[in-house]
């Protein structure tokens, strides 16, 4: 599965906002955020970013690793400046997630949710992973990378088994194949947006939105995070991007990281 996404087609495509000015395009690689990393330490400006047709060893969290088969699917990095605090970065994440699924919902209209901390689903079902990482220097926020997994093109056998049940694709969700550049320009658009609208008017639109397209509100979760485990009913997000949860009654959990497993009531 193939389509026309190549360093000629990109070095052509109109991006008009800051986000695409500059593309760093790799036939392989072995991580988009490496590279984007590396070159945000050498000083590139902030908007630039890393694309891959392949990665060979693509990142996800808690140092998982991000299937890339080749010709299907979209991985890029994006590199952010942003003049906010340290302890606002983790918030990049919940923006870049809502940025992503905005771009999903113009093509998927009723089916998209956001699952926290930065999974995109389309009906129960993983379709985009985000992998935010972040440079501190002299006590200040340098740079965040965020980085985008997206399962365009990719059909049934390029996914792992233990990942049939639990991962999609545009295209499995729809049968049609789709332009990796089109969708990329349309992604990149909408996360400049969000983007923008988080830097000027702060985390409460960014809040609203995840919570009109959250996975699992009220629904009972487990959180992972090395050894610890916790249960309960998802809430939300409070007013700084950390999940909360209900364990028991009244006894409220806020989770700044973890793995989150929502357990979703059969449908009657």
């Known amino acids: 599965m193939d389509d026309e996404l190549s360093g000629h087609i990109l070095d052509e495509y109109p991006f008009t906002g800051k986000i695409g000015h500059k593309i760093h395009f790799f036939e ?12 945000a330490v050498e000083g590139a400006e902030e908007g630039t970013v890393v694309i ?61 949710s956001l699952k926290w901390p930065n999974d995109i689903m389309m009906n129960d079902r993983k379709i985009c992973g985000i992998l935010t990482e972040m440079r501190v220097k002299s006590g200040r926020l340098d740079f965040v990378i965020a980085g985008i997994g997206l399962n365009v093109n990719m059909l049934k056998e390029h996914f792992d088994d233990r990942l049939l049940e639990t991962a999609t694709s545009m295209l499995l969700e729809s049968g049609k194949v789709y332009s990796r550049i089109n969708i990329m320009a349309v992604l990149i658009d909408t996360f400049e947006k969000w983007y923008n609208t988080f830097l000027n008017n702060g985390f409460q639109p960014i809040h609203k939105f995840w919570t009109d397209h959250a996975y699992g509100i009220g629904e009972m979760v487990v959180i992972s995070f090395k050894d610890t485990v916790i249960a309960g009913k ?35």
């Open 52 to 112: 891959a047709d392949t990665q060979t060893k693509g990142k996800g969290r808690l140092n998982r690793a991000w299937l890339s088969p080749s010709g299907c699917n979209l991985y890029l990095s994006i590199i952010l400046r942003p003049n906010i605090r340290i302890d606002e970065a983790p918030q990049i994440s919940i923006v870049s997630g809502v940025g992503v699924a905005d771009t999903m919902l113009s093509y998927f209209p009723s089916s998209v």
């Open 28 to 39: 392989i690689t072995d991580s988009t955020n490496r590279v984007a990393f590396k070159l």
């Open 234 to 268: 998802l809430k939300g997000l409070d007013k700084d991007g950390a999940l909360l949860v209900e364990e028991g009654v009244g006894k409220m959990h806020r989770i700044l990281t973890g793995d989150a497993t929502v357990l979703k009531t059969p449908k009657q």
